[in-house]
Nanobody, 124 residues
Framework: QVQLVESGGGLVQAGGSLRLSCAASGRTSSNYRMGWFRQAPGKEREFVAATKWSAGSTYYADSVKGRFTISRDNAKITVYLQMNSLKPEDTAVYYC?????????????????WGQGTQVTVSS
């Protein structure tokens, strides 16, 4: 199992930026796929972005393409989500997750380890 701890959430005005961090520990592997998901009140958890500890294979939900960037620092075993041009509809609890799948996936069920979540609120 991989242990994940998110940080960096907060309140920001529309058009602003935030950077989320996800520190990983435990059974981390270069083959693991690291993802960010979000869940707004009354809605299902949805995919935001994902990458691998090894190079390449970064992909995004259409709703955040061009605004959000996922990156990783292998030395710190930390994954980041830089969020720019934030909109009120980006308001949600954001979760970091890890998947052992070697192929790109956006499915919640394919991610086996989850952080506790961090709240992001975008005011209009």
């Amino acid at each position: 199992q991989v242990q994940l701890v998110e940080s960096g959430g907060g309140l920001v005005q529309a058009g602003g930026s935030l950077r989320l961090s996800c520190a990983a520990s435990g059974r981390t592997s270069s083959n693991y796929r690291m993802g960010w998901f979000r869940q707004a009140p009354g809605k299902e958890r949805e995919f935001v972005a994902a990458t691998k500890w090894s190079a390449g294979s970064t992909y995004y939900a259409d709703s955040v393409k061009g605004r959000f960037t996922i990156s990783r620092d292998n030395a710190k075993i930390t994954v980041y989500l830089q969020m720019n041009s934030l909109k009120p509809e980006d308001t949600a609890v954001y979760y970091c997750a890890a998947s052992p799948f070697t192929i790109p996936t956006m499915k919640v069920s394919d991610f086996e380890s989850w952080g506790q979540g961090t709240q992001v609120t975008v005011s209009s």
